[in-house]
């Protein structure tokens, strides 16, 4: 299996644009998370889904954020408005329910704004 | 709610030299808890993870941790550290079984002295 796999890499838009970040989990796996890491605040959870149902959103910032997972194999987070605060490094991962809270992680999106 | 500290955020240390990472958490059970390592520009990879049983838990790249519930803390060792070991790490908990909710530490980075 490729891992989690996250698109884009890097994010560099302007302020008041909108943002949509990917994730593809594991295959198989019936939980997908959304973390934001920054310098100040460290990793924080923003939301979970399982089964593609958002279990847990009290993470989630501000009403400019919403996360949407259509299907097994993907799922969307995204910001709109952005703001320049918005800047930090977004990861989601998966686990499996088996793998007792083992979390997989993708390699991240790194989102500035400008 | 739980909470994980880790107190040192920078910590260098010759290549060769034995290594400890401490980890304190808060939180009435046994919780289940984790090392991640963060390379660089990637995602968290995990190390190794204590739920029950032997106290002493083994994983990979040769790194240890031990469960302390007297002192509430999970410290991370390496008898001999390698230049590739340099990276962020860090210690998480879930409160248990049902939870899929990984809090984590503000993380330890480690640099390595050739």
């Known amino acids: 299996d490729a891992g989690v796999i996250q698109s884009p890499r890097h994010e560099v838009t302007e302020m008041g644009q909108e943002v949509t970040l990917r994730c593809k989990p594991i295959s198989g796996h019936d939980y997908l998370f959304w973390y934001r890491q920054t310098m100040m605040r460290g990793l924080e959870l923003l939301i979970y889904?399982?089964?593609?149902?958002?279990?847990?959103d009290s993470g989630m910032p501000e009403d400019r954020f919403s996360a949407k997972m259509p299907n097994a194999s993907f799922s969307t987070l995204k910001i709109q408005p952005s703001e320049p605060r918005d800047s930090a490094v977004y990861f989601c991962?998966?686990?499996?329910?088996?793998?007792?809270?083992?979390?997989?992680f993708g390699p991240g999106t790194r989102l500035t704004v400008l | 709610a739980q909470s994980v500290t880790q107190p040192d955020i920078h910590i260098t240390v010759s290549e060769g030299a034995s290594l400890e990472l401490r980890c304190n958490y808060s939180?009435?059970?046994?919780?289940?808890l984790f090392w991640y390592v963060q390379s660089p520009g990637q995602g968290l990879q995990l190390l190794l993870k204590y739920f029950s049983g032997d106290t002493l838990v083994q994983g990979i790249k040769g790194f240890e941790a031990e469960f302390k519930r007297s002192q509430s803390s999970f410290n991370l060792r390496k008898p001999s550290v390698h230049w590739s070991d340099a990276a962020e790490y860090f210690c998480a908990v879930v409160e248990g079984a049902g939870s899929y909710q990984l809090t984590f530490g503000k993380g330890t980075k480690l640099s390595v002295i050739p």
């Open positions: 991962a998966s686990s499996l329910l088996a793998l007792y809270n083992e979390q997989f």
């Open positions: 939180y009435g059970a046994t919780p289940y």
């Open positions: 889904f399982n089964n593609n149902v958002p279990i847990d």
